[in-house]
């Protein structure tokens, strides 16, 4: 599989390195790893959801019973998401970190998953909230304990954009 399991060990120690005990995910080619590396720890709670929207739920729960959380999901699945994003984690000033495998750019395949990558960015910004790239094992440390500090600082959602750069590996 082209999916970088290399990197995906970065971002999921980046994510543990903060405390992140909750992570909510639909599959997704991108997050496969990461999601397996969740579903085998132990000290990991890993809810997986029948629709993306729901971890906006979830980990508002995570929240208020003192356990740190992350989305896991697709650009798409952030896009479906924007109602439960604006009329509760932004309105009730949750927390949210959401991890996005960045589909859709330049190099994608994938026809069905170009619309969102083109919609993604323009979505983060009207709605406000701060986001960065993950492109350099080097910076995901960094970038995700931002991130995560700034989410629960501002009570409000932040995002990290999982980019071709990091997660594909050409064969």
Same mark, same amino acid.
């Given at each position: 599989?082209?999916?970088?399991?290399?990197?995906?060990?970065?971002?999921?120690?980046?994510?543990?390195?903060? +405390?992140?005990?909750l992570?909510?995910?639909?599959?997704?080619?991108?997050?496969?790893?990461?999601? /397996?590396?969740? *579903?085998?720890?132990p000290?990991?709670?890993?809810?997986?959801?029948?629709?993306? *929207?729901?971890?906006? +739920?979830?980990?508002? +729960?995570?929240?208020?019973?003192?356990?740190?959380?992350?989305?896991?999901?697709q650009?798409?699945?952030?896009?479906?998401?924007?109602?439960?994003?604006?009329?509760f984690?932004?309105?009730? /000033?949750?927390?949210?970190?959401?991890?996005?495998?960045? /589909? +859709?750019?330049?190099?994608?395949?994938?026809p069905?998953?170009?619309?969102?990558?083109?919609?993604? *960015?323009?979505?983060?910004?009207?709605?406000?909230?701060?986001?960065?790239?993950?492109?350099?094992?080097?910076?995901?440390?960094?970038?995700?304990? *931002?991130?995560?500090?700034l989410?629960?600082?501002?009570?409000?959602?932040?995002?990290?954009?999982?980019? /071709?750069?990091?997660?594909?590996?050409?064969?």
């Amino acid at each position: 599989m082209p999916v970088s399991q290399t990197n995906s060990r970065v971002v999921y120690a980046a994510l543990k390195s903060c +405390g992140i005990g909750l992570c909510s995910a639909l599959p997704e080619t991108w997050l496969v790893h990461l999601i /397996r590396m969740a *579903e085998d720890d132990p000290d990991m709670i890993l809810l997986r959801l029948a629709k993306e *929207e729901e971890g906006v +739920g979830v980990s508002a +729960g995570a929240h208020f019973a003192g356990v740190k959380s992350a989305m896991l999901m697709q650009n798409h699945g952030f896009l479906a998401s924007v109602n439960g994003i604006v009329s509760f984690a932004q309105l009730y /000033r949750i927390p949210l970190l959401m991890v996005i495998s960045y /589909r +859709g750019h330049f190099g994608e395949r994938d026809p069905w998953q170009t619309q969102g990558g083109t919609s993604t *960015e323009s979505v983060l910004r009207a709605l406000g909230i701060p986001y960065a790239f993950l492109d350099d094992p080097e910076k995901v440390a960094r970038r995700v304990s *931002e991130a995560q500090t700034l989410a629960y600082s501002s009570l409000h959602p932040t995002a990290v954009l999982l980019t /071709r750069e990091l997660m594909w590996e050409e064969s």
